[in-house]
């Protein structure tokens, strides 16, 4: 087994609004393999992208507020790092992508000016040398007029081109762990097969670690190696991507995959996960899928741990406790 | 049969200004010649990436946007000479659902007057009382109770804002409803219930529908037939069953290649196409796809393709297809 | 009908979460309770006052403030703490109405030229621009002088020099709840413009409105007093704030009670109206509310 890259450990963390305190995170916790793409899916308002801004500790404070946990890199405790440590971690090590390019880049500046800016923060390179990493650069995420594109506003670009001059800016520092979050939501279909397909391949050729973090089960089969599942804060199962799509075992992961709509059948009704998302100021105290759960007893009114079901497979859900005899029988 | 809406060569084109006196210098070709019809008790599934027109397409219809050339029919009756007072009494007979369903409700109203403004803006209703009781009578047909009244939009679900967006399409009783994009907000678990009710209604009440998506998976999921948009113009359309089980369009297949699969067995070659789509400002000469297309030839670079009906002898419902590759009378 | 809206409960529910939001913000509840103070002293000034406001006694003649004149006197021997008292209504219901009068038509022009557009948009707003190119004191002088120095002609002023505030930033709200889709809904159900702008535009843009208006209060307050102290406004012996500075200006170095009470209203006054304002400017925010 590769070595842990990032450990998430116990980390919760609260919103504060008008109408109260909102635990988004509770007591998360998470693991990822140097090397590894490692998909969080979940639906809106799960946590995920808490999660990962988390990470770069980029959640506001306030509102935000990082109640309890340790987010360890390599051992090191990114929770604890003073602001330069941070500023460090921030470029060199942890870099990260977002759903809309545009609003991550200045607008009033060119792409070459942005890209070069970031590059000479983190290398000693003169301007004639950062210009040629560029082009470099931008020739790896396939975009071949590489030279034009630098003299270009990020408004002349398409999302596809800017989520691709994202990702050269987010890999030009050689980091180890990419954050990628919803990267291709905002893409057409067919822009998005080529902005993953790139994401997929580079980060294999640098070796870079993944969190990829999507509410699209398709984008988690096609480019993830592991999973996990998110719901309402809490990580309600953790697999192999394979094992997960074979066997679904958390009844809101199984709710969840029935709800798709496939490309390659006809169905007449579509399943779907009857009620709501519990409210996050009040939530349940045990298992948040409760009110949902067709297999609610009164055991999920205590938060049920991680269980094993398989090699690589675990689920936070009573019906798994005991051991994995039960396996046969679901 | 007579179609319920029958729109028939619509074209849609925005003059670009720019300069200091505002001249005109280009043109943003949204819509440049399409056709459709749509049956009562059918859906047509409208498919395109941003920037394919197709909501264009559906805003003229409602004419939210007036169409520069074309006709559109309802019942019939063409509506782009109506003005005033026949405008509207013809649009209590087509209705829309929007994307989002956060800012398509306003902040500021309650669900009662949401949903019940339509009677009273035609007259439909005698007194609030009625207004208030086929409000009450609409929501519980699509799934919210008549406690739900006196609310205000943000105090819902986005999943609950869609079926409030849906009952205020539904209460003058309209013939033709257009669906743009109704799903693309939520999350999976409430799009399924969403998309159950639409088709729901729709067998209970015979409405013809127009379901514009970016989705072909929703899409394929909703329709009787759909139709491909690309760049202003449909490129193909066939029933559910021929344009699944015999795509044509080289753009269809890519779509349908580039749609991630939830099967981690099956890892797909996902960039199929290469490029982005064109800007509808400039629209390449020939075949509007020639520039991504894998099996451009020669004569798309020049020459627009045809519509060439490919669909198998006395089959009931063509399979039409702009391209090339099917100009010398290829049918299945 | 507007009573009964007003009255219907989910409304008050608004309403009431609004006031529990504001509860929470130091500086709403501090210009909250100065603004109720002198509306309650305005209200209750008949009994509240000791004094006749107008009554002259030649023998109490600019006495200092004490037990008995709590602000002092005039120079007719008026007890100047009942005068800042009858001042309090005076500039509250000044303020009210034109505040009322200019927020309304403002509001009813900005939302029927950003929703309208067009010529119509732009002729409404040029005529606006015009208006707001000069300075507000300077215009409303130019209106009170041409009408004649009384307070009614101060009052009707100080209103057109207001709305064009109220017009343009209307104005800009309007522009982009046009956008919005649910007017796009309200199209495709057959409504007309005239409604639209009733019951989408304005019923979106009242909040900003709210806030402007009771920043304008404390500003209206101000110009209708300036143009007291110039003379153009309200005219002696009329307990009106600026008026009373106007002439107790003269007595400034030895009488310094004279001016400086009324002043004193004044400030307090115009701070409270616009440390509100900011407090509800951040409470009615939909983007922070929720």
Redesign the interface.
Known sequence: MSEILLQIQDLSVEFSGYRGIAKVLDRVSLSLRAGEIFGVVGETGCGKSVMAKSVLRLIPEPPGRITSGRILLRGEDILQADNRRLRTIRGNLVSMIFQEPMSSLNPVFTVGNQMREVLQLHRPLDRHAAETTCIDLLRRVQLPDAASILAKYPHELSGGMRQRVMIAMALSCDPDLLIADEPTTALDVTVQGQVLAILTRLTKEQGVTVLFITHDMGVVAQTCNRVAVMYAGHVVEVAEVTSLFAAPRHPYTKGLMACIPTIDEDRETLASIAGTVPELIAPPPGCRFIARCPHAKAVCNERPGLFSVGPDHFVACHLYRSDRRQEEST | MNPVIDVRHLVKHFPLTGGLLGRKIQLLKAVDGVSLAVARGETLGLVGESGSGKSTVGNCILRLIEPDRGDILLAGQSILTLTGQELRRARRRMQMVFQDPQSSLDPRMTVKKIVGYPLEVHGLAASSAEIADRVAHLLQEVGLSSDHLDRYPHEFSGGQRQRIGIARALITEPDFIIFDEPTSALDVSVQAQILNLIKDLQRRHGYAYLFISHDLTVVRHISHRIAVMYLGTLVESATRKELFDHPAHPYTLALLASAPKPNPLLRQELAVLQGDPPSPVQVPPGCRFHPRCPHAMEICRDTEPEQHNISPTGAASPHLVCCHLYREGHRR | MAIATLR???RFR?LGLTVK?LG?NPLAVAGGIIITAMILLATFAPLLAPFDPIGISLSDRLKPPSGNHFFGTDEMGRDIFSRVLYGARISMVIGLMVVGIAGGLGTLIGATAGFIGGRIDNFIMRLMDVMLSFPSLVLAMALAAAMGPSLTSAVFAVTVVMIPKFARLVRGEALAVRE???I?????????NG?IIL??VI??C?STVIVLGTLTLGDTILVAASLSFIGLGAQPPTPEWGAMISVGRKFLMDQWWYATFPGLFILVTVIGFNVLGDALRDVLD?RI??
């Open positions: 219907h409960h989910p608004e939001i929470r919005m889709p649910y796009a809904a309200a199209r495709v159900s057959g409504a007309k409604w019951h989408h019923p979106n009242i939909p509310r929720r």
